[in-house]
């Protein structure tokens, strides 16, 4: 099971961190992601980890402002998010791959967290 947290309300150009922490045993053996859906729209990618964090993917929306990392020892991954933008407003979901390397497709994903939402000011 995928647990995130961090959402929250903040106003545009601040920040926030998310976390998603898992309980399962396989968890650094695979590529894990965030994804994020405002409403009214699809499901998008926005970042991804390789399975040792020695590689990652993010989308052109939130290159430069989104980092993604890993902490293998605690089962956790994280999504820095630095000058938050209105356009960012949507719930964010974590979710394992089932590959090693970043995957950037929703259909490469087999496990899924709940969403946290964020919601940013203007």
């Known amino acids: 099971q995928l647990q995130a947290s961090g959402g929250g309300l903040v106003q545009a150009g601040g920040s926030l961190t998310l976390s998603c922490t898992t309980s399962?045993?396989?968890?650094?053996?695979?590529?894990m992601g965030w994804f994020r859906q405002a409403p009214g729209k699809e499901r998008e990618f926005v970042a991804s980890i390789s399975w040792n964090g020695g590689s990652t993917v993010s989308a052109d929306s939130v290159k430069g402002r989104f980092t993604i990392s890993r902490d293998n020892a605690k089962n956790t991954i994280y999504l820095r998010m630095i000058n938050l933008k209105p356009e960012d407003t949507a719930a964010y979901y974590c979710a394992r791959a089932f590959v090693l390397t970043t995957a950037t497709d929703s259909l490469q994903y087999n496990y899924w967290g709940q969403g946290t939402q964020v919601t940013v000011s203007s």
């Open positions: 399962g045993r396989t968890f650094r053996n695979y590529a």
